[in-house]
């Protein structure tokens, strides 16, 4: 049983920076983050494979928000920048032990097995 805690969220005014950290207790294949906001279903952020050298974001992200990971640190980050009020949620760490295919499955909620218990970001105007 793989246990992933995340740290670093807290509220910062639009057009700030924030960075994400979620450690690990064991090895995982990919890793990504995911937010959620009140009333809304669990939104996909960014995903990384574990060589870090593919990632993968939505549109709404882009450009913006960075995800990276240190396999020796069994961690993975997440910098956001340029920070829009529609970021705000709480913000999830999700680990996989495999993924059949990281281009079409890593954006899924259910391709994760292990989960964070997420970390508050909120964004003010």
């Known amino acids: 049983q793989v246990q992933l805690r995340e740290s670093g969220g807290g509220l910062v005014q639009a057009g700030g920076s924030l960075k994400l950290s979620c450690t690990t207790s064991?090895?995982?294949?990919?890793m990504a983050w995911f937010r959620q906001a009140p009333g809304n279903d669990r939104e996909f952020v960014a995903a990384?494979?574990?060589?870090?050298?593919?990632?993968k974001y939505p549109d709404s992200v882009k450009g913006r928000f960075t995800i990276s990971r240190d396999n020796a640190e069994n961690a993975v980050y997440l910098q956001m920048n340029t920070l829009k009020p529609d970021d705000t949620g709480v913000y999830f760490c999700?680990?996989?032990?495999?993924?059949?295919?990281?281009?079409?499955?890593?954006?899924?909620?259910?391709?994760?097995?292990?989960w964070g218990q997420g970390t508050q970001v909120t964004v003010a105007s």
């Open positions: 999700a680990a996989a032990e495999m993924l059949l295919s990281f281009s079409t499955t890593s954006s899924l909620v259910r391709s994760y097995d292990y």
């Open positions: 064991g090895r995982t294949y990919a």
């Open positions: 990384i494979t574990w060589t870090g050298v593919t990632a």
